[in-house]
């Protein structure tokens, strides 16, 4: 009989799940919304139980509909938004909501971590400095500011990994996952045992590390018979959502890398061996693949940026300007927007400058500028700063024949032609971007037997649509223009800052 494959993935906006054969070809998909919150500024949470209410309807809405025999799904492949931390007493209970990789309360607990482990060691065992986002932190501060609840821990789990321990009844995680977290030993892939003793974090209190193709446990009967699925199905260990995300878009070799621009853009490239970046402006972690890493440059508004400037338009003008009318807009305008840049740094910025304080700005207008020109410089301004990451990647061995554009930026042709031309690469697009649920279904796949290795089900499932080339002129006018937006950031960085002073103080 045929078998087919479960992907979760527990996202920040809801729970997505999706049924996929062994071809990779998608069946169905649903998605199970849930809320956010953000009790005080810099904060944001969610409550883990409507993690488990969202997993449930979403994955018993896919079996309902997709009409297989139960017994035909092989395995159940796990990811989800990375770097959270769900905390649970010795009885399995949420001790308080779950603090996310966005909330931003850390900072003195990073200033802590580099302190007690020294910032070039943590680079070294962890391959990344102290960020807000990471989940060490995120411990640190619930022993900092809420010690009773601290005194009750019994386990720290990530967001996907709860979800597996109502699934199975077993705690275990990932490498792709756990690298995330601040307490891996990269090398080891395992928990860090000098990074453990320096923050006095009990290493009972972390799950046992899997690779990603790797089985995990079995579906509890009981949690089986309510979802409709078969007891003891395998739950594979799966990934984050990024490293999920690269084995459904095949970035699972040297020599491919992707480029996704939705809300955030990332520029993501797989790495046979550990490449780090001594000053801590690229991530670099284990990756979904067995015994692999990668590399990881994050620009924190990409497409974000774009929204933005649409929804200030539709304010001022009070007209319902989309995303189609201001790319007509600016595919009407020249490379470079003759002399006009923008800054995409309206949410500070990660790679490369790692300044929660930088600032967006248009830069070079004059009376000539339209509305045309601010919109493509709005988009070469996002893609400029994706190739800020990858020149770092190329910096250290990395070296892209090939380009996957995912997100919106793979949707649109004129975003696709300037990531050929700001890149100097061909660009190519998927037959099925599914995000990171399919690529946790195809890990399934690997632990389930139903393909050799993750390059097995990579050859048989991913496969390639467009391609754009590079045109030879723009590479050489984006070449001169990024130069230029490059010096920016020093340029104008302390006047940011005291901008952003300025904006805090009553």
């Given amino acids: 009989m045929p078998a087919y494959l479960l992907g979760l993935d527990i996202g920040t906006t809801g729970a997505r799940a999706l049924l996929c054969d062994e071809n990779g ?24 139980e409507d993690w488990w209410r969202g997993a449930c309807e979403a994955l018993r809405t896919v079996v309902v509909q997709a009409g297989v025999a139960p017994e035909q799904i092989a395995g159940l492949g ?16 949420v001790l308080r909501p779950a ?18 482990v020294g910032a070039e060691r943590l680079i ?65 892939r395992d ?4 990074i453990l003793a320096a923050l006095d974090i009990p290493r009972a209190w972390l799950p046992r590390v899997f690779e990603g193709p790797e089985v ?73 693949v067995p015994g692999r890493y990668h590399l990881m440059a994050v620009t924190l508004a990409a497409g974000g940026s774009f929204r933005w400037f649409r929804d200030t338009l539709r304010a001022v003008a009070g007209q319902n300007l989309g995303y189609d009318d201001l790319t007509a807009l600016a595919a009407s305008v020249s490379p470079g927007a003759e002399g006009l840049i923008f800054l995409p740094y309206l949410s500070g910025e990660r790679t490369p400058h790692l300044d929660p304080l930088a600032r967006g700005a248009f830069i070079g207008l004059t009376a000539r500028h339209t ?12 893609v400029f700063s994706l190739r800020d990451g990858l020149e770092i990647m190329r910096s250290l061995g990395i070296a892209p024949a090939q380009i996957r554009a995912t997100g919106g930026g793979g949707k649109s042709p004129l975003w696709r032609q300037m990531q050929a031309d700001i890149y100097a690469t061909d660009v190519a697009t998927l037959a099925a971007e599914e995000g990171p649920a399919y690529g946790a279904a195809l890990l399934a796949g690997v632990g389930a037997g139903v393909f050799q290795d993750v390059d097995d089900a990579v050859a048989r499932c991913v496969r390639l649509t467009t391609t754009t080339k590079p045109d030879d002129r723009a590479v050489v006018r984006y070449d001169e223009v990024y130069a230029i937006y490059r010096d920016m950031y020093a340029i104008l960085c302390s006047g940011m800052h005291r901008l952003a002073h300025v904006a805090i103080t009553p």
């Fill in 25 to 48: 070809q998608v069946l169905v998909v649903a998605t199970a919304e849930y809320p956010l919150s953000t009790p005080q500024p810099l904060w944001s949470e969610q409550n883990p």
């Fill in 78 to 93: 796990l990811t989800g938004q990375m770097h959270g931390s769900v905390f649970l007493d010795e009885q399995d209970r």
């Fill in 99 to 116: 603090l996310l990789w966005n909330d931003q309360r850390t900072a003195a607990e990073c200033a802590e971590i580099t302190q007690r």
């Fill in 124 to 188: 070294a065992i962890a391959g990344n400095p102290a960020l807000t986002g990471f989940q060490a932190p995120k411990i640190l501060w619930l022993r900092n500011h809420e010690p009773e609840h601290y005194a009750r821990v019994a386990q720290v789990l990530l967001p996907k990994d709860y979800i597996r321990r109502k699934l199975t009844g077993i705690s275990a995680t990932d490498a792709a996952d756990a690298a995330g977290t601040l307490l891996l030993d990269l090398r080891r």
């Fill in 191 to 194: 928990w860090s045992a000098e």
């Fill in 216 to 288: 995990t446990g079995g579906l509890l009967t009981e949690v089986a018979t309510d979802l409709g699925l078969p007891a003891g199905l395998p739950v594979i260990a799966g990934g984050g959502d990024n490293a999920a995300a690269a084995v459904g878009s095949g970035i699972v070799q040297p020599g491919i890398v992707s480029s996704s621009i939705g809300t955030s853009g990332v520029i993501f490239a797989h790495s046979d061996e550990i490449a780090l970046d001594p000053q801590g402006r690229l991530h670099t972690f284990c990756h979904s």
């Fill in 371 to 382: 509305l045309a020109h601010m919109a493509r410089a709005v988009m070469e301004g996002v």
